[in-house]
């Protein structure tokens, strides 16, 4: 079993910046895909960033150039760094972690950025 657990939610004014980070604990072995998602209300939960097992990332489009993914495998802790926040961004943030070909989830992390 994997447990996923986010921090670094909150309220933020447009323009302004937050940094979320995910600890994963239990049965990791080794550097694993990682990636964060989001979900706005009544929206479907959607890949924000994605980094993989190598170290490769992914961002959705609406991200590109504001947000940064990082992981330190020694700690198995992965980071979603916002900058440049819009009130688009609102969301409750999920991690979700892939290990041995299954999906895990965190409980999510809310982020709401006013205008």
């Known amino acids: 079993q994997v447990q996923l657990v986010e921090s670094g939610g909150g309220l933020v004014q447009a323009g302004g910046s937050l940094r979320l980070s995910c600890a994963a604990s239990?049965?990791?072995?080794?550097?694993?895909?990682m990636g964060w998602f989001r979900q706005a209300p009544g929206k479907q939960r959607d890949m924000v960033a994605f980094?993989?097992?190598?170290?490769?990332?992914l961002y959705t489009d609406s991200v590109k150039g504001r947000f940064t993914i990082s992981r330190d495998n020694a700690k198995n802790t992965v980071a979603l760094q916002m900058n440049s926040l819009k009130p688009e961004d609102t969301a409750v943030y999920y991690c979700?972690?892939?290990?041995?070909?299954?999906?895990?989830w965190g409980q999510g992390i809310q982020v709401t950025v006013s205008s």
């Open positions: 239990g049965s990791i072995f080794g550097p694993n895909a």
């Open positions: 979700q972690a892939v290990v041995a070909g299954q999906v895990y």
């Open positions: 980094i993989s097992s190598g170290g490769s990332t």
